[in-house]
């Protein structure tokens, strides 16, 4: 099993910037392609960004030039830097881990981290 804690979340102004960590711990060893997801109040979970084991990422539209993901294999742990944030960024941003050769079909879930950005 694999345990993800979030940390990072928290309020920021429209055109501000956060940082979102995501620690792995269990078995580290079975982790391939690591995300972020967000879900905004009243909507469906939607990506954010993805990133394999090797360094190669995907991004939402919508978040493409203002966010990066990066993770340090060494420590278990990505990142989400978000720059010029919007208001429709708001939500809870929540961790995610696959297995080795699962792709993005994303087995470990960590709880979230609420993002609030106000206008």
């Known amino acids: 099993q694999v345990q993800l804690v979030e940390s990072g979340g928290g309020l920021v102004q429209a055109g501000g910037s956060l940082r979102l960590s995501c620690a792995a711990s269990?078995?580290?060893?079975?982790?391939?392609?690591m995300g972020w997801y967000r879900q905004a109040p009243g909507k469906q979970r939607e990506l954010v960004a993805i990133?394999?084991?090797?360094?190669?990422?995907n991004y939402a539209d919508s978040v493409k030039g203002r966010f990066t993901i990066s993770r340090d294999n060494a420590k278990n742990t990505v990142y989400l830097q978000m720059n010029k944030m919007k208001p429709e960024d708001t939500g809870v941003y929540y961790c995610a881990a696959a297995r080795p050769n699962r792709g993005y079909d994303m087995d470990y879930w960590g709880k979230g981290t609420l993002v609030t950005v106000s206008s």
């Open positions: 990133i394999t084991r090797g360094g190669n990422t």
């Open positions: 269990g078995s580290i060893f079975s982790i391939g392609a």
